[in-house]
C-alpha cells in the first residue's frame, strides 16, 4: 500500500505561482505513474499532469500545458507540482495519485486510473 500526502496549497493572486507536494510513503513502486488531479466545486475531476517514473516522461493537459510543470525526487519520494501563471479557473482541490503499474497509457491515468490517492490540497486563485 502507498500512502500520499499533499502540500503547498493556499491563496493567490492571479498570474501567481505555488509549488504542490506530495510524500509518498508505503511500497513506492517504479515503472509507475504518478500524477496531479484537480477538482473543483461543482465539477468533475480532471487530470492536469502525469510523469511515468521509469524515464521521466511527463504529459499534461491543454488546461495547463505551458504553466505548470510535473516533477519528481525519487530520493526524497517526492512528487512536485510547479504551478505559474495561475488563473481563477486553476481553483480547485489537488490531488496527487499513484499507479502500482507502468502497463497503462498517459491518457488512462489522466482519465482517473489510478491505484492511490491522496487527501487533497485547496488552492484558491483571486
Known amino acids: 500500500h502507498v500512502q500520499l500526502v499533499e502540500s503547498g496549497g493556499g491563496s493567490v493572486q492571479t498570474g501567481g505561482s505555488l509549488r504542490l507536494s506530495c510524500g509518498a510513503s508505503?511500497?513506492?513502486?517504479?515503472?509507475?505513474?504518478m500524477a496531479w488531479f484537480r477538482q473543483a466545486p461543482g465539477k468533475e475531476r480532471e487530470g492536469v499532469a502525469a510523469?511515468?517514473?521509469?524515464?521521466?516522461?511527463?504529459y499534461y493537459s491543454p488546461s495547463v500545458a505551458g504553466r505548470f510543470t510535473i516533477s519528481k525526487d525519487s530520493a526524497k519520494n517526492t512528487l512536485y507540482l510547479h504551478m505559474n501563471n495561475l488563473k481563477p479557473e486553476d481553483t480547485a482541490v489537488y490531488f496527487c495519485?499513484?499507479?502500482?503499474?507502468?502497463?497503462?497509457?498517459?491518457?488512462?491515468?489522466?482519465?482517473?486510473?489510478?491505484?492511490?490517492w491522496g487527501q487533497g490540497t485547496q488552492v484558491t486563485v483571486s
Open positions: 495519485a499513484a499507479t502500482r503499474s507502468g502497463c497503462l497509457s498517459a491518457e488512462q491515468v489522466l482519465s482517473g486510473v489510478a491505484d492511490y
Open positions: 508505503g511500497d513506492i513502486y517504479s515503472d509507475n505513474y
Open positions: 510523469i511515468y517514473t521509469g524515464d521521466s516522461r511527463t
